[in-house]
């Protein structure tokens, strides 16, 4: 692979970083399954779009599609806790749902931004070209994110959510009002991923209503290799753990797709995706099938 392909992967891996963060939140830490994930990733893009090409500021316009991303995630929260709907089903139905607003933010499937000005091209350097910008910039943001999230998951409040998900009916005999940390969780899962969704259409020069498809495929894999390469028990190495979890499944599409003895094509991304999540769930078990193996001689 060329450099240029290495670090289009890498800035990829880094944007998608944030969607495993979301999901992270969302599966393992709320123990939520949250579909919504595949409508809040375009809806971060299509709302950065769509203000940015209106010419608001871009920094502006990603913060207003991160808040968006939160509405999201806290109406599929409150259908769950407030109107009692299966949790899957809520997060199905806020899916759904969010195509046709995505279509209604944006007023028609795409929205370019070639020759709008971005996150991106403010930030850049001079110096240095845009491919080698982009990345560097990305891993500033995901750093942060990571950094934040830690201090916010050891606080009182992180605390309250992350005991909701281990044992909601304990939780709740300890006081903590499970229905608002559930609520507060989802907002925040859902903000992180459509804040992806707003880098991830500055980056590719616009937003198109078939972004989001197979988001939440992408999500869960990245948080399943990245807690198989990097197994812990503190938050701290598991946000780690997903980051770079997120960066090496781009890496390994990137060489599938660039690999020419294998004879793949770009439509054959979604094969490739399938394949490595199947991996990365059946590899842990057969692991601890020699485990068991080597005990039992």
Known sequence: MSLYTLLGALEIGLIFSLVALGVLISFRILVFPDLTVDGSFPLGGAVAATMIAAGYNPFL?????????ALAGFTTAWLNVRLKIMDLLASILMMIALYSINLRVMGKPNVPLISEPTIFTILQPDAIPDYVARPLILLVVVIGAKLLLDWFFSSEIGLAMRATGANARMARAQGIATGRATLAGMALANSLVALA?????????GSDISMGIGTIVI???????????????????????????????????ALALNSDFIGLQAQDLNLVTAVLVMLALVLPMGKRKLKLLKKGA
């Open 61 to 69: 316009s990603t913060f207003i599609a991160l808040l968006a991303g």
């Open 219 to 253: 999500g869960l894999a990245a948080v399943i290799i990245g807690e198989n390469i990097l197994p812990a028990r503190r938050l701290v190495w598991t946000t780690l753990a997903v980051i770079l979890g997120a960066i090496l499944y781009r890496f390994f599409i």
């Open 197 to 205: 969704g707003a880098l991830f259409a500055q980056t590719q020069g």
